[in-house]
């Protein structure tokens, strides 16, 4: 047949992107350059522009987002909603409907099977430009089966040139939105055994002379999502020797449904075995496979690449799936710069393996902290080695240049203390304080959780999750290239503790503070408070709390701060002076005498008192009635009630410019959402206690963390979130979380999305992935009709 709206992969070239778009004109040139691509065909970006002026809608779409600011998340997102929807009711012409389906149909025949599963990929004519990355701001439809299927996905392909973060990308890189137009690719699905990406230039230390593997289990969503940390394979380009290899704990893989379209997350514990968590995903000859096809692939361009690959599950063989420029290398180290990083890789000794809960890479000398009386033997740019940390010890902790402990997982006090922080943290080495020797100089390899004996020269893999540097915040401002704030509906907050580093953070990303923890205040005074009310010296903590809470609320004015009053636990306040007089020993603090319960006692109320006065200082003082509160680990309707009465006799009063928040983080809260939900503004979904107390897992177990128990997407966990979501949206007040959650797992991600989230507060260190991670989200449930986002909060 005589096509004028499709062209086969082997009929187009490297030079055909205003044709079929960057992708479809990459996949046609490694096809004619004999590289084994799965077969495919592209639907033109002409059929697109056809079926905009055909349809009669361009002038309609012109109007939605001419005048429109593109600074405004609710307009620009109401703006492309309409402007989306307007492009899936519209039909396509015939003839053009009538090519996809006689094209899909031959492809069928090609391959000898009916109906077969197909990926249909966006491509855009500004896509994959040496100049500019626009990989990722369209949709990718993978597994898709059936005729009728195709021609409708093709159309969402078309809709998702229009999403608000494709739309506003457009505007931050200067392109005018009516000279992009929108290929969609064809290409069948490959069941993949293994997959990946290859970079024929290392990312990480810019050198051309390497080639950087990185490989998992099942489809390479799992990668090139951030889902999974993948195994990492280094080779010389020059020989495809390997240099390195980093084998990874991959937990979780993607693979295709068995009796429908579309993928699923599972176990790989589950799938494939236990066994494969951790065992390497490539042989010898698979990686020289790779790394000679990256050769190859580089030769045809002439120019670094940025490859996808996969290992066919029931042939073996090994495809590739999509090639385009590095956007993002920096100048090459010099000869021997790059000479001694390879001497330096070969010469590492592991000391010591643990989880990576806080990423950076540190050297410096080893000081082992056994109890609390010592941590004042750390001093600037140590390594901190101990237990497990607590409360008392972050002052020893912002001292050093990491921290390594024994105990613990992912969502500990040192794992988050460190994010908070921007130091490496190292967590659940099981035997880091009697491995490593006191006085040692040791390089603390955090995005890894490997300890190597001696100051090497390591660069840090800081873009993998995320756009920061370990330790350190990009300069961020209303300007900036869309990679950095993409539009969202779903508010993303921040995470803060100590009100010093605010500075450091405050041009990120974020929507306001989601999340600003008192307890940081509380251990620069050391004294407790009730001991401080004894001796008259209670102005103390409200000056001291009240300039802590300025200083942030300035910072980021006029973004909200929502400022969780004091959450220390019993054992924590004995550790301040005067607290072993007042507190009571109790054999579980975690569930015991904290949070409101404590606010409304007779022993505590006056200590409380203070830090209400502190808040009122804030905002009538210094007139920031940008900062709000929350009260943590509510349990029933009456204490809560009784607390509000304590507020409003300190002149905190709710109304629209003051909004009280409750953490939900006690399955009591759950349970009562309804009546709860009446009675505050808001509800902050504590995820770590709610999931430690929903499954009964001590968070802190390094143990049960490293066998999975600790996972806020356990059934049990998601179904009590969906129902305060609910409950919140029932009675017209925000539902918020704040957790690393969102973050670690993009699964979770779209299951807050999905079911309503209103807001995400996360640490510094992942506000500008999760906002991309959201915004990627937003756009696949938008564009299938499941949500519509208005940039709610109530």
Same mark, same amino acid.
């Given at each position: 047949m005589a096509y004028r709206y499709v062209r086969w992969f082997n009929g187009i070239g490297k030079d055909d992107v205003a044709l079929v778009g960057g992708k479809g004109a990459n996949l046609g040139e490694l096809t004619v350059n004999g590289v084994d691509v799965p077969p495919g065909f592209c639907v033109?970006?002409?059929?697109?522009?056809?079926? =905009?002026?055909?349809?009669?809608?361009?002038?309609?779409?012109?109007?939605?987002?001419?005048?429109?600011?593109?600074?405004?998340?609710?307009?620009?997102?109401?703006?492309?909603?309409?402007?989306r929807r307007l492009i899936e009711e519209s039909p396509i012409p015939v003839d053009i409907e009538a090519e996809i389906r006689t094209a899909y149909r031959e492809l069928s025949e090609s391959i000898d099977l009916n109906d077969p599963r197909v990926a249909v990929r966006s491509s855009a004519t500004a896509e994959d430009l040496p100049d500019a990355s626009f990989a990722g701001q369209q949709d990718t439809y993978l597994h898709v089966i059936g005729a009728d299927s195709v021609v409708a996905h093709v159309r969402r392909c078309w809709a998702s040139l229009w999403t608000a973060r494709a739309t506003?990308?457009?505007?931050r890189q200067g392109y005018d939105h009516f000279q992009v137009a929108l290929s969609a690719?064809?290409?069948?699905m490959v069941s993949s055994e293994r997959s990946g990406v290859m970079f024929t230039a290392n990312p990480v230390t810019n050198s051309r002379s390497q080639i950087m593997i990185e490989a998992s289990w099942g489809l390479g969503e799992a990668v090139v999502s951030g889902m999974v940390t993948p195994d990492e394979y280094i080779l010389d380009k020059r020989d495809l020797a390997l240099m390195d290899v980093n084998v990874a704990e991959k937990r979780t893989m993607v693979a295709e449904k068995k009796s429908e379209q &579309?993928?699923?997350?599972?176990?790989?514990?589950?799938?494939?075995?236990?066994?494969?968590?951790?065992?390497?995903?490539?042989?010898?000859?698979?990686?020289?496979?790779?790394?000679?096809?990256?050769?190859?692939?580089?030769?045809?361009?002439?120019?670094?690449?940025d490859i996808e690959w996969a290992f066919d599950g029931d042939t073996s063989r090994l495809y590739i799936l999509q090639a385009r420029p590095i956007t993002t290398l920096l100048d090459e180290p010099k000869a021997n710069e790059e000479e001694k990083a390879v001497e330096d890789k070969k010469a590492l000794k592991v000391l010591v393996r643990g989880l990576a809960a806080s990423p950076g890479i540190a050297s410096g000398t080893v000081?082992?902290?056994?109890?609390?009386?010592? =941590?004042?033997?750390?001093?600037d740019g140590q390594i901190m080695v101990t237990t497990m940390t607590n409360p008392d010890m972050v002052p020893a902790m912002k001292r050093a240049a990491a921290v390594v402990t024994d105990e613990g997982g992912r969502t500990c006090h040192a794992a988050i203390v460190s994010r908070e922080l921007g130091i490496p943290c190292i967590v659940g080495s099981k035997n880091g304080s009697s491995r490593l020797s006191e006085g040692a100089v040791v390089t603390v390899d955090a995005t890894r959780g490997v300890v190597y004996d001696g100051a090497v020269s390591l660069s840090s893999d800081e873009d993998k999750h995320s756009p920061l540097a370990p330790g350190a915040a990009p300069s961020y401002n209303r300007d900036m290239v869309y990679d950095l704030a993409p539009v969202t509906g779903t508010k993303i907050y921040m995470n803060l503790g100590?009100?010093?580093?605010?500075?450091?953070?405050?041009?990120?990303?974020?929507? &306001? =503070?989601?999340?600003?923890?008192?307890?940081f205040i509380f251990n620069s005074l050391g004294v407790h408070p009730m001991y401080m009310v004894k001796?008259?010296?209670?102005?103390?903590?409200?000056?001291?709390?009240?300039?802590?809470?300025?200083?942030?609320?300035?910072?980021?004015?006029?973004?909200?701060?929502?400022?969780?009053?004091?959450?220390?636990?019993?054992n924590e306040f004995r550790g301040l002076k005067g607290g072993e007089e007042v507190e009571p020993v109790e054999n579980n603090p975690m569930i015991g005498w904290r949070g409101v319960s404590r606010y409304i006692s007779d022993e505590y109320e006056e200590g409380f008192r203070l830090e209400c006065?502190? =808040?009122?200082?804030?905002?009538?003082?210094?007139?920031l009635i940008n900062v709000w509160v929350m009260l943590p680990f509510v349990r029933t309707t009456w204490e809560l009630e009784r607390v509000k009465e304590i507020l409003a006799s300190e002149g905190l009063v709710r109304n629209k410019s003051f909004k009280l928040w409750i953490m939900a983080e006690v399955p009591a809260v759950v349970f009562a959402a309804d009546e709860f939900a009446q009675m505050v503004d808001g509800f902050s979904i504590g995820s770590n206690d709610l999931t430690q107390l929903v499954m009964g897992v001590d968070r802190d177990s390094g143990i049960l963390n490293t066998m999975g128990y600790f996972d806020e997407r356990n059934i049990s966990v998601t179904r009590a979130i969906k129902t305060l979501i609910e409950a919140a949206h029932r009675h017209g007040i925000t539902c918020s979380i704040c957790g690393q959650g969102p973050s670690l797992y993009p699964d979770f991600a779209e299951f807050l999305v999905r079911s309503g989230i209103d807001s995400m507060s996360v640490n510094p260190d992942t506000v500008a992935y999760t906002r991309k991670l959201v915004a990627g989200v937003e756009q696949r449930l938008i564009l299938n009709g499941i949500r519509g986002l208005t940039g709610l909060d109530r």
């Open positions: 033109t970006a002409q059929a697109y522009v056809d079926f =905009i002026k055909g349809a009669g809608i361009e002038g309609k779409i012109r109007e939605a987002v001419g005048s429109v600011d593109v600074e405004s998340s609710v307009d620009l997102s109401r703006a492309c909603d309409s402007v506003y990308y457009r505007q690719v064809v290409q069948k &579309g993928t699923v997350s599972v176990p790989v514990a589950d799938f494939l075995g236990p066994q494969f968590v951790d065992k390497q995903c490539l042989g010898a000859e698979e990686i020289r496979a790779l790394g000679s096809a990256a050769r190859r692939i580089e030769e045809i361009y002439g120019a670094p690449m000081v082992v902290v056994k109890t609390i009386d010592e =941590i004042d033997r750390v001093v100590d009100s010093s580093v605010v500075n450091k953070y405050k041009n990120l990303p974020f929507d &306001g =503070i989601g999340l600003m923890r008192t307890e001796n008259g010296e209670g102005d103390k903590l409200i000056h001291e709390m009240s300039e802590s809470v300025t200083a942030v609320a300035q910072a980021v004015y006029p973004r909200p701060v929502v400022v969780r009053l004091s959450d220390f636990r019993t006065r502190a =808040i009122k200082k804030v905002r009538d003082e210094y007139g």
